[in-house]
């Protein structure tokens, strides 16, 4: 156990937990090694069932995921995260083979997090991982009076005001709504539809396309170059996803 393993065990036991499934012994193995040895605790699972079993059981902080698996396909195991009242939100961070489609394993048809592709570096799924449990959080980074502030981005939830390096920015109602969603929302991929579903309202008339006007209006507010977007990203043919690490 390296010293700060140690240091964080004292300090009361806030390690987050990392179930691995992945069937290939060794991967797992190696992956262990190597977020054992930044402080998580560490689980495994050999196949889908075993995994499901043990979610059941105790809903970890975080699922790296093999896509390849005997038995229940790992395209199963993340729809069925998202769609339990436990899991919903549970960071997924999936590993794939070459040549898979991107827009679908980060789209609405699996709803992971993100990706890295085989073979990877143990050193690479170790950022990804701190990456996503940084982000995972929103919350973490609104305080308890409401407010959300992360690089030159200032939201304040209470009195509906944003602030971009400091200076008040004009938003519309709705348009305060998006951004609060997107905040709330971080890198998950949102259809114009879902998007007109959960911040405009189920019974509005409303055309999909409003919602790239509203976006275009928002990047006017908040992007460094609203021509370059970095914070309300596009995924072509898909919809929209919120990246606050462009926030740093
Ligand atoms: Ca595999």
Redesign the pocket.
């Known amino acids: 156990m390296n010293p700060q393993t140690v240091m964080e065990e004292r300090r009361g036991g806030t390690r987050q937990r990392v179930l691995i499934v ?3 012994a060794d ?1 797992r193995e190696l992956m262990r090694y190597n977020l054992e040895r930044e402080g998580f605790v560490v689980e495994e699972a050999g196949d889908g069932a075993q995994a499901l079993e043990k979610i059941r059981r105790r809903v970890p902080d975080l699922l790296l995921l ?4 005997p038995g229940t396909p790992g395209l199963e195991i993340c729809r069925q995260m998202r769609a339990g009242r436990d899991t919903a939100n549970l960071p997924i961070l999936v590993v794939t083979a070459k040549g898979t489609e991107v827009d679908k394993v980060l789209g609405l048809e699996m709803g992971a997090d993100d990706y890295v592709v085989k073979p990877f570096s143990p050193r690479e799924v170790v950022a990804r991982v701190k990456a996503l449990l940084r982000r995972a959080n929103p919350n973490a980074e609104t305080d308890a009076a409401g407010v959300y502030e992360r690089g030159r981005l200032r939201i304040d939830f209470g009195t509906y005001q944003v602030f971009v390096e400091g200076k008040r920015r004009e938003l519309a109602l709705r348009e305060f709504e998006l951004l609060k969603f997107f905040v709330q929302h971080p890198m998950r991929v949102y259809t114009r539809e879902q998007l007109l579903d959960m911040v405009w309202g189920r019974d509005t008339f409303v055309e999909p396309r409003t919602v790239d006007v509203h976006v275009r209006r928002l990047r006017q507010h908040i992007e460094r170059d609203d021509a370059n977007p970095e914070l309300i990203l596009t995924v072509r043919s898909v919809g929209y996803r919120f990246n606050p690490e462009a926030l740093g």
């Open positions: 992945e069937d290939e991967i093999d896509l390849m698996l």
